[in-house]
């Protein structure tokens, strides 16, 4: 390891003996390049924790989003292969948006269970939740395509979009899933004939309340002013969320329904089979004398 002779570090001018390369690749000295100013000031080390510090502050330019900048300063860092000693974090802004990325699949995951349990209690059953859950991710396929098409980055405020979309998407499968079973209770359908006739009379209604939030959401990705570079990921994540999600639920979710319902039906005939296929408790005391 190589270090400077200590004699060397004691006067400023010895800046003048470093030489730095410039854009023709000549070598030219420092002093060429920099400026140097002798002030008179009290000498402070920043310490966080018990460890000296150093603040490196940076601005985003234009067009380039936050995590694209941490990304680049990570690769810079890999690049010079600091060693282990010196620890490296980031504050403010930059920390805040690493800390949403890690708590993000735990809220997302929270939000489903608490969206389970709701139907489960709203229906009575622990399958049609799944038929209403099971549109939930063509949103978020078409939330992350639509910001890939318009290069955005799945930035917080994306996330959020895709967190709206929870709440709005599922809606459609409700409006069917509540007609059909009203339907089997009160006019004694099949599980085909009514999951037919609700997406067909519930088709006009899912489609109003889907293209007005989506009309709702086209000012947010479209806008531009003072904040709009926050705005449009939120508008264009939902827009694309509710658009793939309106063709494709109104397909899946009858096939989806048809499935866990034949499921439901083949699990409630195996449970019959056992119980008749049980001996009774007579039987036993019979067999044992």
Known sequence: M???DPRFALDPNALDLIYVPSTNGRQVPLSAVVERKRTVR????????????????FN??????????VEAINQVKRDLNVPDTLITTFQGNAQAFQD??????????????????????????????????STIPSAGVGALLMLIAFGYEL??????GIILLIGIVKKNAIMMI???????????????????????LRFRPIM???FAALLGAVPLALGHGTGAEIRQPLGYAIVGGLLVSQFLTLYTTPVVYLALDRLRRRRAVSARLGETQSPAPEEHLLAAE
Request: zero cysteines; a negative charge.
């Open 42 to 57: 009290a000498l402070s080390v920043s310490h966080q924790g018990q460890f000296p510090a150093i603040t490196l502050s």
């Open 2 to 4: 190589l270090e400077v």
């Open 155 to 160: 930035s917080v405020v994306a996330l959020i």
């Open 100 to 133: 949403s990325l890690k708590t993000q699949p735990l809220l997302i995951l929270a939000a489903l269970v608490a969206i389970y349990i709701i139907l489960g209690v709203l229906y009575e059953s622990l399958v049609h939740p799944i038929t209403i859950l």
């Open 178 to 200: 509540d007609f059909a079973l009203h339907a089997e209770q009160t006019q004694g359908l099949s599980a085909e004939e009514s999951i037919y006739q609700a997406a067909l």
């Open 60 to 69: 985003l330019a234009a067009g380039v989003a936050l995590g694209q900048a």
């Open 208 to 210: 109003m309340t889907t």
